[in-house]
């Protein structure tokens, strides 16, 4: 691990619905997609030439505010908050999206983002199903018993299933665990689905 410092000319992020702008090293600001918590920057140049002439395989930045959120962009970075509470846990769960390139796997009750997957086409990412293709997911290491959808009542009995409510859909998208790291900030560890899929990146990266 090698930390790069890089003075900004203000404290904190920027909060662009209170309008307040601040002048930072990667100008990262919250609100993006109208969410108060989704913490990112557009200014990728500005990442890179913080690093010029510093070898690296991934970036995780740390944003200098006590304010709670985060955000990892897929095969780009990893963006959190330095002085939450809870920054140990979003920074692995950032880095599941930024790494591994896994979805979100939690969902909202009230259906708030239900349009974002159609739901008659599969999603890219590894943890998550609208099971058009489920044989392209986690199919492969289900014990041959369980019922799918899975019910909740059954978690103990199936640590990997198919648990409705993912993707920010409560119907429609389905997660291989009842929780896991990318659903649930309080859960400990990803869940073998998304473990499998990032242990798949290290080994492209560094082959056994």
Not at 68 to 89: E, Q, V, W
Not at 94 to 110: I, M, P
Request: proline letters at 8%; aromatic letters at 14%; hydrophobic letters at 30%.
């Amino acid at each position: 691990i090698v930390a790069v410092a890089s003075p900004s000319t203000d404290s904190g992020v920027s909060v662009p619905r209170e309008n307040q702008w601040k002048q930072t090293a990667v100008h990262s600001h919250f609100d993006t997609f109208y969410s108060e918590r989704y913490l990112t920057t557009s200014r990728v140049k500005a990442i890179h030439n913080a690093l010029a002439g510093i070898p690296y395989e991934h970036i995780i930045i740390l944003a200098n505010t006590d304010v709670y959120g985060g955000g990892g962009i897929y095969n780009s970075y990893t963006l959190t908050t330095a002085h939450h509470p809870m920054f140990k846990p979003v920074v692995v769960h950032e880095f599941g999206h930024s790494f591994a390139g896994l979805a979100d796997e939690y969902f909202y009750e009230d259906d708030t983002m239900t349009d974002t997957y159609p739901l008659d086409i599969e999603p890219w990412e590894q943890n998550i199903s609208t099971r058009v293709d489920f044989t392209s997911k986690w199919e492969n290491i289900l014990p041959s018993d369980t019922p799918i959808p899975t019910p909740i009542a059954e978690k103990k009995k199936y640590p990997v299933g198919v648990y409705e409510g993912a993707g920010y859909s409560a119907k429609g998208i389905y997660r291989p665990a009842y929780d896991c790291r990318m659903k649930t900030n309080g859960y400990p560890e990803f869940c073998p689905v998304c473990q499998r899929t990032i242990r798949r990146v290290i080994e492209f990266y560094i082959p056994q």
